[in-house]
């Protein structure tokens, strides 16, 4: 009989145990619910059995001791079972990272709240990547409908993969429309996201190209040309048109930024009041200088404090291939929406831009630095004099901010051109319009952007985890081992 007993008990904890891996599975074993009945039977029958037999009238201490336990193993499955159900159809999850990288701000909810278009974002990631990715991802379905969420793996769809311009495993995109963004995986966090999502949601913005004094155009399928950037702004859902002061007078009221690109001819005193007006009326710019024809931008840019060197920058520490100081390259950026994980950037001879003075309610911020081993050359001069010390880091592209209107100065023309809008330069260029023309995704992106996610441990903290883990707990087990061995001997 006792045998009986413990296979009917065996029996019924297998069941039980079905019941619990069929309801993690998804019902993977069929119904959960009929694994767990009869596991409930079995293990009530072996009940009853242990306990059926009595001598003089009191059942046998093994069968009791023996029924006991089947009936508390049975109530102990039968709880990890309802446990497991309710937290599958609960949403209950515990951040508990330092910067709660994985709890959207209240600006990410507002954002997504106020969705009313679906949103398809597809991960591109190998087998056993992007695990953050995932996490943060994950979190934006669960808070909108509207967010149709897919993980592909490129090399088993690459079909797939090359319709939205993806390359290497890591990319995220956010198709919204015929609007898309994609992000990088150095850039994987809410800010990006967040950005993403705005951008690809917001209503088409105007990019006005300035034309009449040489800049470079839209419609230019040259080396020089940006035909190739026009294409990328358009892909990213904006209208690009091309203006001409000196026959309209003034900036169109649907122009969101106004991009002037490499002028040769000085403006007109009129060209020149009439965007510093656009700029007063809360207009954005972006203007893209030479070093040759930089003096060009001297009365649009005055009353900001700013101007462009009109030498060459010389970088002889990071430049494209290390072999060509007239080209800077740029891997690394300071935190902001308009550079965060940002590819690396090249600016074929550029000029340096500046801050001449400090003007009262302008805020300058520098955004792509060259090496401290930075030089500024004279026209005709192709490297630094003998004896001559570095200059230190210059800016080649910065951001001011102004009651007279938002500007984005780059000291270079070339690295968006139709030959050069390759790396990251595509990037900065879109990034740098984004920055203007959709506030609301670089606000978004701020908002959003958190602190570091590293714990760095000092030498002292490292040796006191080894001592716990390694050398206390498990000495703390085995002297509870030894004191419950004592006890019972």
Not at 114 to 134: C, E, H, N, S
Request: aromatic share 8%; hydrophobic share 45%; with cysteine.
């Amino acid at each position: 009989m006792p045998e009986r007993v413990a296979w009917l008990g065996a029996t019924g904890l297998v069941l039980a145990l079905a019941a619990l891996v069929s309801a993690s599975a998804g019902s993977l074993l069929g119904p959960a619910w009929i694994w767990l009945a009869l596991g409930a039977l079995v293990l009530l029958g072996a009940y009853l059995a242990a306990g059926g037999r009595r001598v003089g009238g009191t059942a046998r201490r093994g069968a009791r001791l023996g029924g006991q336990t089947a009936l508390t193993a049975l109530i102990f499955v039968v709880c990890l079972v309802l446990l497991n159900v309710l937290a599958a159809g609960a949403d209950v999850h515990w951040d508990l990272t330092r910067a709660s990288r994985y709890t959207l701000t209240p600006q990410t909810r507002q954002v997504l709240a106020a969705m009313r278009q679906p949103v398809k974002i597809l991960a591109f990631y190998g087998p056993g990547q992007g695990a953050t990715a995932k996490l943060l991802l994950e979190q934006y379905a669960r808070h909108s409908s509207e967010i149709r969420l897919r993980f592909v793996d490129p090399n088993r769809q690459p079909a797939l993969a090359q319709r939205y311009g993806v390359r290497n495993p890591g990319a995220i995109v956010f198709a919204g429309g015929s609007t898309r963004q994609q992000v990088p995986d150095l850039a994987v966090g809410q800010a990006a996201f967040t950005a993403a999502l705005v951008d690809v949601t917001a209503k088409p913005a105007t990019a006005c190209l300035l034309g009449g004094h040489g800049e470079r155009q839209a419609a230019d399928i040259t080396g020089p040309g940006y035909a190739g950037t026009a294409k990328a702004l358009v892909d990213q859902g904006y209208r690009v048109r091309t203006v001409d002061l000196a026959a309209r007078q003034r900036v169109p009221r649907d122009c969101a930024v106004l991009v002037v690109a490499d002028p040769r001819v000085p403006f007109l005193a009129g060209e020149v009041r009439e965007v510093a007006a656009y700029l007063q009326r809360g207009g954005k710019a972006f203007f893209l200088a030479e070093p040759s024809d930089a003096s060009v931008f001297a009365p649009l840019v005055a009353p900001f404090g700013m101007d462009f060197s009109r030498r060459t920058v010389y970088d002889s520490q990071d430049n494209l291939g290390g072999q060509d100081p007239l080209t800077p390259l740029v891997t690394g950026y300071g935190f902001s929406p308009l550079t965060l994980g940002l590819p690396a950037t090249y600016f074929p001879t550029a000029a340096a831009v500046r801050q001449e003075r400090a003007v009262k309610g302008v805020s300058v911020h520098p955004l792509v630095l060259t090496s401290p081993q930075t030089w500024l050359l004279p026209a005709g001069q192709n490297r630094p004099r003998p004896g001559t010390p570095p200059l230190g880091r210059v800016s080649l592209l910065t951001a001011v901010d102004g009651k007279g209107g938002q500007l984005v100065l780059a000291g270079d023309a070339d690295f968006a051109d139709n030959q050069n809008n390759s790396l990251g330069n595509r990037q900065l260029f879109l990034r740098a319009v984004g920055w203007l023309a959709r506030p609301q995704a670089a606000a978004a992106a701020a908002a959003a952007g958190g602190g570091s996610a590293h714990l760095i441990l000092s030498p002292a903290h490292q040796r006191l985890i080894f001592y716990v883990t390694v050398v206390f707990l498990p000495l703390g087990l085995l002297l509870a081992a030894g004191m419950v061995w004592w006890g019972r001997r």
